[in-house]
T-cell receptor, first 114, second 111 residues
């Protein structure tokens, strides 16, 4: 079974620019998560989707971050405009459903904002 | 107070020893508890989950949960250099709720 795919793997942008990340979850997984992991910290949930509906986006900075999961499969996370403090690894994870104990993480996208 | 607290370490143990990793959480309503391993530059991978008080064993790993003390731990027996990684504790407050992660404990197993 193919794992969670993410692209790009690395991105360097200047502050105030915009950036988008893409995630393709494991086939058949209804729940998709986006996490932000700043160096030296644990992952912080930004948004959780169940199919194409949002379950939790309480920690998503909505003035600059947006996410969508069209058709309940792939997802994109966008930052516009980026700030220096957005430098982090953005992890996508999926699980069969929200009640599942197992989350499978993708390789992440390392974002550097200069 | 952080919702999930772990000692950042580094924790260093000799090869073959038992490594003990600890985690406390603040939400008494938390229902399920997870241990992830994260190698440097890699993404987290689930080692174990536990939701009932007591011990749960899987190979060299044992998770221990004490809800009254709001404490969960991970024991690694016969530690190997390949166990050297950051171990993340995560807590979920409902069956379908979000997981909150601690900042991790870095473990080094010395040959």
């Amino acid at each position: 079974e193919a794992g969670v795919a993410q692209s790009p793997r690395y991105k360097i942008i200047e502050k105030r620019q915009s950036v988008a990340f893409w995630c393709n979850p494991i086939s058949g997984h209804a729940t998709l998560y986006w996490y932000q992991q700043i160096l030296g910290q644990g992952p912080k949930l930004l948004i959780q989707f169940q199919n194409n509906g949002v379950v939790d986006d309480s920690q998503l900075p909505k003035d600059r971050f947006s996410a969508e999961r069209l058709k309940g499969v792939d997802s994109t996370l966008k930052i516009q405009p980026a700030k220096l403090e957005d430098s982090a690894v953005y992890l996508c994870a999926s699980s069969p459903d929200a009640r599942s104990y197992e989350q499978y993480f993708g390789p992440g996208t390392r974002l550097t904002v200069t | 107070q952080k919702e999930v607290e772990q000692n950042s370490g580094p924790l260093s143990v000799p090869e073959g020893a038992i490594a003990s990793l600890n985690c406390t959480y603040s939400d008494r309503g938390s229902q399920s508890f997870f241990w992830y391993r994260q190698y440097s530059g890699k993404s987290p991978e689930l080692i174990m989950f536990i939701y009932s008080n007591g011990d749960k064993e899987d190979g060299r790993f044992t998770a221990q949960l004490n809800k009254a003390s709001q404490y969960v731990s991970l024991l690694i027996r016969d530690s190997q250099p390949s166990d050297s990684a950051t171990y993340l504790c995560a807590v979920r407050n409902t069956n379908a709720g979000k997981s909150t992660f601690g900042d991790g404990t870095t473990l080094t197993v010395k040959p």
